[in-house]
């Protein structure tokens, strides 16, 4: 029953922004670690970041540290990616996921037991 639906991608230009959502239900969210990742053409799926249950601890990849942002509205039961300065080297299939515990920071994509369908980020000029 677990749905993770993302929302937001498209077309940007080399630094510019996008804001992706995640809506999610059939699980208590706001129990539950969530993380973003992406798979771009040819690629394995990438770790992106993660975000404690209450949003209190957020860990990114190198190479999206300063320039991407993991937030949540608990309250709302959505997850998001704030992605800002962006580089070709971004275009990917962005997928959400839901962690196992509450206080996850694992950047294996393999240690969350729900992803979304995803959505495309294609970025270029």
């Known amino acids: 029953q677990v749905q993770l639906v993302e929302s937001g991608g498209g077309l940007a230009q080399p630094g510019g922004s996008l804001r992706l959502s995640c809506a999610a239900s059939?699980?208590?969210?706001?129990?539950?670690?969530m993380s973003w990742a992406r798979q771009a053409p040819g690629k394995g799926l990438e770790w992106v970041s993660s975000?404690?249950?209450?949003?209190?601890?957020?860990y990114y990849t190198d190479s999206v540290k300063g320039r991407f942002t993991i937030s949540r509205d608990n309250t709302k039961n959505t997850l998001y990616l704030q992605m800002n300065s962006l580089k070709p080297e971004d275009t990917a299939l962005y997928y959400c996921?839901?962690?196992?515990?509450?206080?996850?920071?694992?950047?294996?994509?393999?240690?969350?037991?729900?992803w979304g369908q995803g959505t495309q980020v294609t970025v270029s000029s």
């Open positions: 059939g699980f208590t969210f706001s129990i539950y670690s």
């Open positions: 996921g839901k962690g196992q515990g509450s206080f996850m920071s694992t950047m294996n994509p393999n240690e969350y037991d729900y």
């Open positions: 975000i404690y249950s209450d949003g209190s601890g957020t």
